[in-house]
């Protein structure tokens, strides 16, 4: 499965993802040029200079940035020079304002010890040399990465289109944020975090708005969904009466659901399923479940889709505060909170591993270990141990967190 590329000016390329490597049309620095603001020599000229005896040079000039000079340095001369202005013929060093003394109204410097070839010039190609390779297809780019797409003077660039997505919600009790709530309803959350995580991860949501339960409205939302790229739809995934979606979406095309139940928890009652080549993810409606079924099977196959091995993600190693019971047989995510303890070390405390219909539970979470059981011989254990470090897949930079209380 391909959605095609486009190509998108720079400001617009934040979190898209490269659909050609780019390699450099030029050396950069282009040319040589001083890192410091100063004076050009000839090193040799100071070969005898120390603290008691000076040597003593002509200022012939100055360079400013962006100017072409035509002076060239021979022996006994030097030439004011600004941070990133070219460095003149003859010169094969430049020494720094701060360390030299000036007399004669800029006309003369005092050198107090020997400078070598090459000091504080930044040669031609330095950094980046004409011909290499600067970032591979599939790179998900990141704000380094488009400053340096822009230093060798590229303004446009092919990237993989969005993937659209399009998210529908399921449920008669569900009533859209900023409506009036019924007596028996609750609000429509997983539309709005779903299509917030699509977005950042790849894709371009589409609102297919809230679908009450019946069998025929389900229907028709669903051929509407089949028309983008995925479909997401949240609630209505299990064996409940109400629970249209899996059987609707063997009936309106092949093959259907492929994989029915996960051993996950929470996000057990998570189907699978291909309609007319394209991929449908029938998530939980327990908010926390959608987020972590997405996150599971979601994320992957838009990366898949783009070609790309994901954004950078955070990663914090952290000493569990407590023992967890791990779900048997299954994989248990366990949202955490982080302290950070004096001497760098983090302690990662358990928030829950049930409770999958508490949306605070995952919002007021640092991050989240996800912890496979391991039923292998003697190794068997269904527990994670107070004191052993996990991996903390970070949602916020540590120590963000909003409210203390929670
Ligand atoms: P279901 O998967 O349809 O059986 O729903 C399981 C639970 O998740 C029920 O308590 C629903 O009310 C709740 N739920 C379903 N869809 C949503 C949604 N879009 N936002 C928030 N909660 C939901
Ligand atoms: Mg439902």
């Excluded at 029915?260 to 394209?278: D, F, R, W």
Aim: net charge positive.
């Amino acid at each position: 499965m391909s959605v095609g590329t486009e190509y998108v000016r720079l400001v617009e390329a934040t979190d898209r993802i490269l659909a050609n490597r780019i390699s450099c049309p030029i050396d950069i620095p282009p040319f040589q040029r001083s890192t410091v603001d100063g004076f050009a020599i000839l090193s040799s000229d100071t070969k005898k200079a120390t603290r008691d005896h000076h040597t003593m040079l002509d200022v012939v000039g100055k360079i400013s940035a962006g100017k072409i000079s035509r002076i060239r340095i021979s022996s006994g001369k030097a030439v004011a020079i600004a941070t990133g202005a070219k460095v003149p013929k003859g010169a094969d060093s430049v020494i720094m304002i701060e360390d030299v003394i000036i007399e004669n109204k800029g006309k003369k410097i005092f050198i107090p010890y020997k400078t070598n070839k090459g000091s504080n010039i930044s040669p031609r190609g330095n950094d980046l040399r004409k011909g290499q390779i600067l970032l591979r297809e599939g790179t998900w780019l990141t704000a380094a990465d488009i400053g340096l797409i822009a230093s060798v003077g590229i303004s446009k660039i092919n990237v993989y289109k969005k993937i659209k997505v399009a998210v529908l919600s399921t449920g008669s009790e569900l009533a859209e944020p900023g409506s009036n709530l019924g007596n028996a309803s609750i609000f429509d959350s997983n539309r709005f975090m779903l299509s917030s995580m699509v977005r950042k991860h790849g894709g371009e949501p589409i609102d297919l708005g809230i679908c009450r339960d019946q069998r025929s409205l389900i229907h028709a939302r669903i051929m509407h969904a089949l028309k983008f790229d995925v479909v997401l739809i949240s609630g209505g995934s299990s064996v409940g009466e109400k629970d249209y979606v899996p059987s609707l979406i063997n009936e309106i095309g092949k093959p259907g659901i492929i994989v029915s139940g996960i051993a996950m928890k929470p996000g057990s009652p998570t189907s699978l399923g291909i309609v007319n080549g394209k991929p449908v993810i029938v998530l939980p409606g327990y908010p926390v479940s959608a987020f972590v079924a997405l996150y599971t099977f979601g994320l992957p196959l838009f990366y898949k889709i783009l070609n790309t091995s994901g954004p950078p993600v955070a990663k914090q190693v952290a000493m569990l505060a407590l023992d967890v019971k791990l779900h048997k047989g299954m994989t248990t995510f366990i949202r955490v909170r982080i302290l950070k303890r004096r001497h760098g070390c983090f302690v990662a405390e358990p928030v829950s591993t049930t409770g999958a219909s508490l949306l605070s539970t995952l919002a007021y979470s640092d991050g989240i270990v996800v912890a496979k059981y391991n039923n292998k011989g003697s190794q068997r254990d269904d527990m994670l141990h107070k004191g052993q470090n996990v991996e903390v897949i970070l949602l916020r930079d540590v120590g963000t967190r909003r409210l203390n209380n929670c």
